[in-house]
């Protein structure tokens, strides 16, 4: 009695199987006739099916061989291991000092790394470059299209014949207010288009030979003797408009001058007397010079009144002492 208990109790409990459950359209009070049901019925244990409370297990799927995993392999020997190459790093030496040939390709001329551009350093601007007061002691190296360079208000002392080598663009100089005391001779002679040259306010004793191609010439405020002006230095200077010389220790005027002159400053010089041949033709009584208006000499230990033959031929009297 106690053991069938037991299994009702248990059947109760564990919910119904999906074997026992009752068919369909079966209620609860059929599929368990609790009325009729006797507890003193014995079971047929001997007949049980074991299978009426669900699929059997197939316990053959436990007997399975058991994989043993394999121990851990050796580590690799050294002579299995791949070969690290290391390099050594090649020193680079810097490049050898590069000749300069200002013929060749580039802005400056050879493609050199000679340090800070001059456009660095000065302002460029189309041809124009301009280092005014920048505290130049000598001619920076200029790039091959300048027009004109600006090099005013600095402390370059002198101008070497290799300053503007190869420059052939080069139609304006502007020097002044620097302390120049000295030039190379031929400086100026290997720029063709060269026609401005200014060099006020400096330290010069003598002028370097200049090309044939000048219109304007400033030289004031230096300490320039007659001695060195070039004999007929101007005479063959066909396009000279401008010239100005004041504010030197010339001792006289230094002619033949071009016929195209406008302008000529000789104020506060050395200068003591006139020559016939001064401004006019001395062999051409008929000759008068027409473009040669502005004539200064005052500042001189000069009487012009008394040299009239000097300065019949101009349109205009000279300024100065009478």
Not at 12 to 38: R, W
Not at 102 to 114: I, N, Q, W
């Amino acid at each position: 009695m106690s053991l069938m208990m037991a299994l009702v109790l248990a059947v109760v409990f564990m919910g119904p199987s999906p074997n026992m459950a009752a068919p369909t359209g079966v209620t609860d009070d059929e599929a368990f006739d609790l009325e009729n049901y006797s507890l003193n019925s014995e079971m047929d244990w001997e007949n049980l099916d074991v299978n009426i409370y669900g699929d059997s297990y197939d316990y053959d799927d436990l007997d399975q061989e058991i994989e043993v995993g394999t121990v851990a392999p050796d580590p690799p020997s050294a002579a299995s291991l791949p070969t690290v190459e290391y390099h050594e790093e090649e020193l680079t030496l810097p490049p050898a000092p590069v000749t300069l040939d200002f013929k060749g390709p580039g802005l400056f001329g050879p493609d050199t790394g000679l340090g800070m551009p001059t456009c660095l350093l000065c302002v460029c601007i189309g041809g124009s470059v301009y280092c005014d007061d920048t505290g130049l002691d000598q001619i920076p190296l200029l790039p091959k299209d300048t027009t004109h360079f600006y090099g005013r208000f600095n402390n370059i002392r002198h101008v070497k014949n290799t300053d503007f080598n190869y420059l052939n663009q080069l139609q304006s100089i502007d020097l002044t207010g620097n302390q120049i005391s000295g030039m190379d001779e031929d400086v100026f002679l290997s720029l063709p288009q060269l026609h401005q040259l200014l060099l006020a306010d400096n330290n010069l004793q003598s002028m370097p030979e200049l090309p044939i191609t000048m219109k304007y010439i400033d030289l004031r405020n230096n300490r320039l003797i007659s001695n060195g002006v070039h004999s007929e230095g101007f005479k063959d200077m066909s396009q000279l408009e401008f010239l100005y010389l004041s504010d030197n220790k010339l001792d006289y005027i230094p002619v033949p001058l071009p016929l195209g002159l406008r302008v000529l400053h000789l104020q506060n010089n050395n200068i003591q007397t006139l020559y016939e041949d001064s401004f006019c033709n001395s062999h051409d009584r008929h000759f008068i010079r027409r473009n040669l208006e502005d004539i200064r000499l005052d500042g001189n230990p000069l009487n012009i009144q008394l040299f009239p033959q000097a300065y019949v031929c101009l349109p205009r009297l000279p300024v100065g002492s009478h």
